[in-house]
């Protein structure tokens, strides 16, 4: 009986370890504050390697720009990370609630309204997006109105939708070598 | 003599086919404004896969949330993005100066300073990036001064860059299906 409570899972999610991760984080003063750090590495012409943790994602350059295209751009993970942290955010607060997901999809599409800064063909405007839908398509044990609030709570509360709705400063550093 | 101009490499790209590809942009008035989309799968637990383009690429969280750690997490993706974003700009803006680069890489590090809120844990602040630093590391065939300025002027112009260090609204939207 103790065991069953144990692998109580909802969302293919182990909610008992899920609630033990939670409280563990609440109870420790130091995890309010995180800092994440990256690493990227040189292939050569626009091919980067990227090392976060343990894991390594290539990001490259369609042929359009002349890149290998061996990844997808800056741009296009910008936009499916979104997705997929709003997409993680929904299985979390649904599962919290205790509702079960039978399907979902989330699509995005934003809008750079002036890239041609990057590529110094403009003085004007920013290469970023300018604004971003994100759509969830779902099936779920829930009312649509449940399943709306969890949405939009969702988008409201997300680290990568909160890191796109404010201001980010970015300082730049060098170190020239020999 | 023509067919060595067409093949002039500098930084392991073809320059004459960038400036080819950036004169065809230049040219379409629609190429100013830039829309792109991706779709994320719901593989189970945390686990997306996100495509864009031609591209997968999967998204999940570490064990220390419950998750499989089948790839790097949407904040891990965003801070190597930023910097993969940057360090492809670098290459760009210092070879359309002729800079040869010898060897680069870019650390970055990104403070949450209250994600606690996506846990649900905290009402206030928000859970995302509120500051990073990035750092080039650079062996090039040009003085200091002048790597630094390309480098601020790579940041400044970043579309990455740009989309955190402007306000980008997200509109969530949601369709539910019995």
Redesign the interface.
């Known amino acids: 009986m103790v065991q069953e409570q144990q692998q109580e899972r909802i969302?293919?999610?182990?909610m008992a370890?899920?609630r033990a991760?939670?409280a563990e984080?609440?109870q420790n003063p130091d995890?309010?504050?995180?800092?994440?750090?990256?690493?990227?590495?040189?292939m050569?012409?626009?091919?980067?390697s990227?090392?976060?943790?343990?894991?390594t994602?290539i990001?490259d350059?369609?042929a359009?720009?002349?890149g290998e295209?061996a990844?997808?751009s800056?741009?296009?993970?910008?936009?499916?990370?979104?997705?997929?942290?709003?997409?993680?955010?929904f299985?979390?607060?649904a599962s919290?609630q205790g509702i079960a997901?039978r399907?979902?999809?989330?699509?995005?599409?934003?809008?750079?309204?002036?890239?041609?800064?990057?590529?110094?063909?403009?003085e004007e405007g920013?290469?970023?997006?300018?604004?971003?839908?994100?759509?969830?398509?779902?099936?779920?044990d829930a009312d649509?109105p449940v399943?709306?609030a969890i949405?939009?709570h969702t988008?409201a509360?997300?680290?990568?939708?909160?890191?796109?709705?404010?201001?980010?400063?970015?300082?730049?550093?060098?170190?020239?070598?020999?």
């Open positions: 969302n293919g999610l182990d370890g899920f991760a939670v984080i609440a995890a309010v504050h995180n800092t994440r750090r990256a690493r990227v590495r040189w050569g012409g626009f091919k980067f990227t090392l976060v943790r343990n894991h994602f990001v350059e369609p359009t720009l002349t295209d990844g997808p800056p741009m296009e993970y910008i936009i499916g990370t979104l997705g997929a942290c709003l997409a993680i955010g299985v979390l607060n919290k997901i399907n979902m999809e989330v699509t995005l599409e934003g809008d750079q309204m002036n890239h041609l800064r990057f590529l110094g063909l403009s920013h290469p970023g997006f300018e604004r971003i839908t994100a759509k969830l398509f779902v099936q779920a649509e399943l709306r949405w939009e988008v509360t997300s680290p990568v939708g909160n890191t796109l709705t404010h201001v980010v400063p970015i300082t730049p550093d060098i170190a020239v070598f020999p």
